[in-house]
């Protein structure tokens, strides 16, 4: 008698980079803060006025933003501060309850459009930011990357997806990461990660006119030389 043997194979289908992408969004959510002005409506509450960019938390009560993001700040705010979410979470498509607390101490280097600010406040372990880690080696020409922040005066994370295109001054300390996918005012700040949440880079500025669909992020290695030049020690993995 013929015995027919029926081998089943089961493969191992590895998550692709789109998959990987959507729980680095979840992770670098939990580092970002809207950078806000606030006004006074009455003697007893205060709501945002303006949104002037993002930020995400580099140690336990720093951030990093870009420092036109605190020129503006200081220019058009009566009250300059963060914004998180209670709970710690920015869930998608739900409105969320937001805390307010005041930050300062602002360090900036304009060349670089670098800013780092301490808080002044004491942020709540329960609603506390994750600082964020750097990833320690350069991103190739093609890799995907994502942004998060908080653009178009929208109180939630909005990302968006790029690849690469190039680098400019690589070898400068304005050295810059060009994305092939434009920006959006509010932007400036964000964090530019990786697929596994690690962040190679942080959105500065956004092209105009012919060059509308590309956009420029200051390199990882150049925020981390800057900090480490102010003896602020951040976490970076290969």
């Known amino acids: 008698m013929l015995k027919i043997l029926t081998l089943y194979i089961f493969l191992c289908v ?4 789109a998959d990987l992408f959507i729980n680095a969004m979840q992770t670098i959510k939990r580092s970002l803060v809207p950078v806000a002005c606030f006004e006074t409506t009455d003697p007893n509450s205060i709501k945002i006025k303006l949104l002037v960019g993002t930020g995400f938390f580099i140690n336990d009560d720093s951030f990093v933003t870009a420092a036109h993001v605190i020129d503006t700040a200081r220019k058009e705010c009566e009250l300059t501060a963060i914004c998180l979410p209670i709970g710690r979470q920015w869930k998608s498509g739900e409105d969320v309850k937001l ?23 004491t942020i709540p372990n329960d609603i506390r930011p994750t600082p964020v880690v750097f ?22 994370p909005i990302t968006s997806r ?9 070898g400068a300390p304005t050295g810059e990461i060009l994305l092939d996918n434009g920006s959006w005012p509010g932007a400036s700040g964000s964090p530019v990660y990786d697929e596994r949440g690690y962040v190679v880079g942080m959105m500065v500025k956004r092209s105009l006119a012919a060059a509308t669909g590309i956009s420029y992020a200051r390199t990882g290695k150049a925020i981390q030389g800057w900090l480490g030049s102010l003896d602020i020690k951040t976490e970076a993995r290969k």
């Open 14 to 17: 590895p998550a692709t980079s």
């Open 162 to 170: 790029a690849f690469v295109a190039g680098y400019l001054n690589l």
């Open 99 to 121: 805390n307010w607390f005041r930050f300062d101490r602002c360090r900036a280097n304009n060349l670089l459009d670098l800013a780092v600010c301490q808080m002044t406040e």
């Open 135 to 156: 990833s320690d080696t350069a991103v190739l020409d093609g890799t995907a990357v994502a942004t998060t922040g908080f653009p178009l005066q929208i109180v939630q």
